[in-house]
């Protein structure tokens, strides 16, 4: 993992209708991961590593224990 430098965050998104009434909201990204990916040219991505519900997630982890279809964008914390 690599530190990431202060400022960013993640935001969680959800389909229109979906029940995201237990799903964490998103938190401050801490760093990147290089995760294996052979769907993807070159085989690997770089992905964050952010905080949501008292604990750090990559996308992968977090939509494996909250739903496939939520979606996970960084940006710009404030």
Known sequence: MVPA??????DVTAPP??????????GV???????ADEA??????VDPVFLAAGRAWTPDQFRAAHGQGLGVLVGRAG
Do not use: N
């Open 29 to 35: 990204v801490v760093g990147w991961v290089l995760v």
């Open 17 to 26: 209708g979906s029940d995201t009434a237990t799903v964490p909201g998103g």
């Open 5 to 10: 430098f202060a400022g960013l965050r993640v």
């Open 40 to 45: 993807v040219e070159g085989g690997a991505r």
